[in-house]
């Protein structure tokens, strides 16, 4: 196993390269560096586990390796973002986790600029209430479309905000409102039904940290002109040719897992993601939560995920 990985297009033009050169005992010495026999030695373990997600994938337990191929979704978000595309001055999403952290490093890394004729997107993810009066004083309620996404409809901040929007809206929400949640059940699809709300659903294995790649994501996204196309594209590619090897010399996040995995063995119980660019900032933050829920929610395993800005 070679200390990097790299995926390619037809052409053979690099696209994408992770490099662990520096973390090897080579260039660090062998008390706090990976000794290539250790790499070596975890070849057989990544094949096995490629071997058990794919047998995971067949079955429909990890649905959200499907979500860049669900193109009626991906069409129901575009009429949504046509029906109110012009309407408004700003877009504010209403969610917390992922359904937040995806929006605000898409935002941050793609969106174009306001005088572009697009809507500001704001993200409020919390119920701070100096953190709600400095955007109440930045946006004009009647002018704003509020994103509304919870799956399971009993998010307390969510529909707190939720109850706030209906009272600045003088409890019509009919124009200003889109719902994104559960197609059957939960509170949200309950006020969303009764309030007569544009909704759009969140696929199975399409909420919480997935739900970037979902309408919780591409919707804030279409509206602010980001190219949700070529952002599902990339997502499609990683899955179908970028990761899609069992070997890590060919799989640039199995390699990640291995050095990952071996660092955290040698007792560096901490990940830091610092990306050299203020576009990219928040998708470190995005990184600390998508690994901390992935790894950290039934039990503690694996390294402490950091965020940092270089």
């Given at each position: 196993m070679s200390?990097?990985?790299?995926s390619s297009e037809p052409n053979g033009k690099a696209e994408l390269r992770f490099d662990f050169t520096?973390?090897?005992a080579g260039t660090v010495g062998p008390e706090h560096g990976v000794e290539q026999g250790e790499l070596d030695g975890l070849t057989n373990r990544l094949a096995e586990g490629h071997a058990v997600?794919?047998?995971?994938?067949?079955?429909?337990k990890v649905a959200f390796y499907d979500l860049p191929y669900m193109h009626q979704s991906i069409a129901r978000v575009k009429e949504v973002a046509a029906n109110v595309a012009g309407e408004f001055e700003a877009v504010v999403v209403l969610g917390i986790g992922g359904s937040a952290l995806g929006a605000i490093a898409l935002?941050?890394?793609l969106c174009p600029p306001p005088s572009d004729g697009f809507p500001r997107?704001?993200?409020q993810d919390n119920i701070d209430p100096d953190a709600l009066r400095a955007l109440l004083d930045t946006i004009e309620p009647a002018n704003t479309l509020f994103i509304v996404i919870s799956k399971s409809g009993s998010t307390v901040e969510t529909m707190s905000q939720l109850l706030?929007?209906?009272?600045?809206?003088?409890?019509?929400?009919?124009k200003n409102?889109?719902?994104?949640t559960d197609s059957k059940k939960g509170a949200l699809r309950r006020v969303a039904d009764e309030e007569c709300l544009d909704s759009l659903e969140v696929p199975a294995g399409g909420g919480g940290r997935c739900s970037v790649r979902s309408p919780g994501g591409r919707l804030p996204a279409a509206v602010c002109g980001i190219d949700i196309d070529g952002l599902l594209a990339g997502a499609a590619g990683a899955d179908s040719e970028r990761c899609a090897s069992?070997?890590?010399?060919?799989n640039a996040a199995y390699m990640a897992a291995a050095g990952e995995y071996l660092l955290y063995q040698k007792g560096h119980p901490l990940s830091v993601l610092m990306p050299y660019s203020s576009a990219l900032a928040h998708v470190a933050d995005w990184y600390r939560q998508l690994w901390a829920a992935s790894l950290g929610n039934t039990s503690t395993v694996g390294p402490t995920p950091i965020r940092a800005v270089g």
């Open positions: 200390p990097s990985a790299e520096n973390a090897m997600l794919e047998q995971l994938r067949r079955s429909g935002r941050s890394a997107l704001y993200v706030l929007v209906r009272s600045l809206l003088r409890g019509d929400m009919t409102v889109v719902a994104i069992a070997s890590p010399d060919e």
